[in-house]
């Protein structure tokens, strides 16, 4: 700071220095309110304090804030277990979304009633909250909004909580936010009617509810699979099942790992049970990817992740020489364990 300015607040009295200081923080408020109210980021940073930033969350906020520009129209993100893409789309975007434009309506979905209504719970509670009226000042919650599945702000916007299968009649929508449509267990399944149900609620019941310029946030590739040319399933099929049963007898071929086969999914669930012991100094699955991933530069995630404590979960929806190379370092790391 120039001198003279500091020689000019020092003559000042101990009132004006007061005064000084409440226009400097009020400077302040004013900066954040303007940089939170177009920036996602700054705004994720302003109502959570203990918040770490990431490269994805960058690809997510450019990405929310498109869709709250109307630049986008229909936005998937497919992110593994524990990388804030539920707190980013269905807490905090919500949450911005309203201070942004408060007559909007907004639904948000989950594979259960319980899970929406907790995200909406979530949602209403930060918008009555000090910090959400430091930067919208101008937004609050109506008297007489209550439920936490269902509320409405004083400019007219609503917030409408609803599990995958409920019904939204006479509700509609400006953004409609579908978080995890399926449960893990649904989603490895491999019935077919688990997607089938969830594809037919979506089209006759929230896509229905979409108003004119409207943006969802969902599993859309879904819709497009289960809608689109079927002839490639039986030869992807094929290739798929061969680097299934690829992956899960290499896994059996290692001593420590104990791998089934799974009936529908892209990625296999084997126990690690067996080398987490004292000998190998590795205590739980998290332990295990850690190590792997330092040592043999091959990224799994920990079966905690997914309520699974001492397993790990990797993909083979990649190409069997990938495979092939993956597994020659699993085995080579864990051997080296022993």
């Not at 919500?94 to 009633?113: E, V």
Request: charged share 25%; with cysteine; net charge positive.
């Amino acid at each position: 700071m120039n001198q003279n300015v500091l020689n000019q607040i020092r003559s000042l009295s101990n009132s004006q220095k007061a005064e000084l200081l409440d226009l400097l923080e009020e400077y302040e408020d004013a900066k954040q309110r303007e940089l939170s109210h177009d920036n996602y980021l700054n705004f994720v940073q302003e109502m959570w304090s203990a918040f770490i930033h990431g490269k994805h969350h960058e690809i997510m906020a450019e990405a929310f804030e498109k869709v709250a520009k109307g630049d986008i129209k229909r936005l998937i993100i497919n992110m593994p277990p524990r990388h804030t893409k539920s707190e980013f789309a269905s807490y905090l975007l919500p949450a911005w979304f309203l201070g942004r434009s408060p007559d909007k309506k907004i639904i948000q979905t989950a594979h259960t009633a319980e899970l929406a209504v907790g995200f909406g719970r979530k949602v209403r509670n930060l918008v009555n909250s000090k910090d959400y009226k430091r930067i919208f000042p101008d937004v609050s919650l109506q008297a007489d909004s209550k439920a936490a599945g269902r509320w409405n702000t004083n400019k007219g916007g609503e917030c409408f909580a609803i599990g995958v299968g409920g019904a939204v009649t006479g509700k509609g929508a400006d953004l409609l936010i579908i978080d995890d449509p399926h449960s893990e267990q649904e989603g490895a399944s491999g019935d077919v009617n688990v997607f089938n149900r969830t594809y037919e609620w979506y089209t006759s019941g929230p896509r229905q509810r979409l108003q004119p310029n409207a943006s969802s946030i969902s599993q859309a590739a879904a819709v497009e699979a289960l809608n689109g040319n079927q002839g490639f399933i039986q030869k992807r099929s094929k290739a798929f099942k061969e680097r299934r049963d690829f992956v899960v007898k290499s896994l059996n071929n290692i001593n420590g790992i104990n791998c089934l086969t799974p009936n529908g999914a892209f990625y296999v669930f084997p126990s690690c049970k067996g080398l987490l012991n004292k000998k190998t100094k590795l205590n739980t699955d998290t332990d295990f990817v850690q190590k792997l991933l330092e040592k043999s530069n091959v990224a799994v995630v920990q079966g905690s992740a997914f309520g699974l404590d001492g397993y790990f979960r990797i993909s083979y929806a990649t190409s069997m020489q990938n495979l092939k190379k993956a597994m020659e370092r699993i085995k080579t790391f864990c051997e080296s364990l022993s």
